[in-house]
C-alpha cells in the first residue's frame, strides 16, 4: 500500500470522525434543551451581538474615546440622529466632551466584560482550590474556610468589593494607584464571589471523597493532591460552570457599581458604569442619551447572561430532565 493511499485513508477517516462529533452535538440533550427554549437563543444571540462588538471596538467603532487628542468641545453635547439637531456622524449623541457615545459604549463594553470574566476566573481559581482543600482533607482546614466563608456571606458582596478596593488604594503608591486601577477592581470583586465556588466544590468533595474510585487511589498510593486533581476535581466541575456564568453577570455589574460610585476603572478608560456615572449629572438637564444608552446597554448584558446561567443551571440538572 502506498504512502498517498494511507493519507488518503486517513484524511477520509477523519472526515468521516468529524461529521460524527457534529451529529453527535446536535442530537445532545444540552444542545436540544437550547434550541426549545426561543428564550434562551435570544440571549444567547445579544450576549454573542455586545460581546463580539466590544472586541472588535477599536475595528468597527467610528472614533477612539480613549485618545483626548481628538476630542473637541464644539462637538460636545449633540443628541442622537433622529433628534432634530442630531448628527448621523454621532448616531448616538456625544457626551459634555465631545465623545461619540457609540464608540464609548463599544470600548466601555470591553472593559466592563474584561473585568468581569477576569474576576470571575480568579475567583473561580481560588474558590474551587479552597473548597477542594477543606472537603478533601476536612478538620481544622474546612472549620477555618467555612467559617470564613461564612462570615465573608453575612455581607453583601458590594460592601466586600468597597472595602477591598478601598484599602488596596490606600496601601498603593499614589503614581500606581492609576494604573493599577482595574487589576484593583479584578481582585477586589474576585474576593468577593469566591465563597459561591469553595462552597459547591466542597459540598461535592464531600460526596466523591467517600467513593469507591477515590478509596482505591487512595490505597494504591497515590498523593492526595493528585488524587484531587486527576480524580475528584473533574466530577465537581459540572455546577462551577453554571455559577461562573451566573456571577458573570453580576461581577459586570458590581463592576459597573464600583465605577459609578467613582472607584472603579479610572475615567481615561471609561466602562459602562463610568459612563452612566457621568450621563447621570446631566440626566435632569435633558441630555437623557449620555445616561440612557450605557445603562440600557449594561441591562441587557446582564440580563442576557443572567438568562443563559438559569438555562445552563436546569439543562445541566438530571432531575429536571
Do not use: C
Not at 481582585?187 to 462552597?199: M, P, Q, T
Not at 456564568?245 to 461581577?251: G, K, R, S, V
Amino acid at each position: 500500500m502506498s504512502v498517498d493511499s494511507v493519507a488518503a485513508g486517513a484524511s477520509g477517516k477523519e472526515a468521516v470522525r468529524r461529521p460524527a462529533s457534529k451529529r453527535r452535538w446536535r442530537d445532545s440533550d444540552l444542545w436540544w434543551s437550547f434550541t426549545r427554549s426561543k428564550l434562551t437563543v435570544v440571549s444567547a444571540v445579544v450576549t454573542a451581538v455586545i460581546v463580539v462588538s466590544a472586541l472588535l471596538a477599536p475595528v468597527i467603532a467610528p472614533y477612539d474615546p480613549t485618545d483626548l487628542s481628538s476630542l473637541s468641545l464644539l462637538d460636545a453635547m449633540i443628541p442622537p440622529a433622529w433628534e432634530a439637531d442630531g448628527s448621523w456622524s454621532h448616531p448616538f449623541g456625544t457626551d459634555d466632551q465631545g465623545r461619540d457615545m457609540l464608540s464609548a459604549i463599544l470600548y466601555g463594553a470591553r472593559i466592563s466584560l474584561v473585568v468581569g470574566a477576569a474576576s470571575v476566573v480568579l475567583a473561580m481559581l481560588l474558590g474551587v482550590a479552597l473548597g477542594l482543600v477543606a472537603g478533601y482533607f476536612g478538620g481544622w482546614l474546612d472549620t477555618v474556610i467555612m467559617r470564613l466563608a461564612d462570615v465573608q456571606l453575612s455581607f453583601p458582596a458590594i460592601l466586600i468589593a468597597l472595602l477591598i478596593d478601598g484599602v488596596a488604594k490606600t496601601a498603593l503608591p499614589r503614581d500606581l494607584q492609576s494604573s493599577a486601577a482595574i487589576a484593583v477592581v479584578i481582585g477586589a470583586i474576585a474576593l468577593s464571589y469566591w465563597v459561591h465556588f469553595a462552597r459547591t466544590v466542597r459540598g461535592s468533595t464531600l460526596v466523591e471523597r467517600g467513593k469507591e474510585y477515590v478509596q482505591a487511589a487512595y490505597v494504591t498510593g497515590v498523593h492526595p493532591l493528585a488524587i484531587m486533581l486527576r480524580h475528584v476535581l473533574p466530577n465537581v466541575l459540572g455546577p462551577v460552570l453554571v455559577i461562573a456564568t451566573i456571577n458573570l453577570a453580576q461581577a459586570i455589574l458590581t463592576e459597573a457599581t464600583l465605577s459609578f460610585l467613582g472607584l472603579g476603572v479610572p475615567a481615561t478608560q471609561p466602562s459602562l458604569g463610568t459612563l452612566i456615572r457621568i450621563g447621570n449629572n446631566f440626566l435632569f438637564s435633558g441630555e437623557w442619551w449620555i445616561a440612557m444608552f450605557p445603562g440600557a446597554t449594561l441591562a441587557l448584558l446582564a440580563l442576557a447572561v443572567n438568562l443563559l446561567g438559569d438555562w445552563l443551571r436546569d439543562a445541566l440538572n438530571p432531575k429536571l430532565r
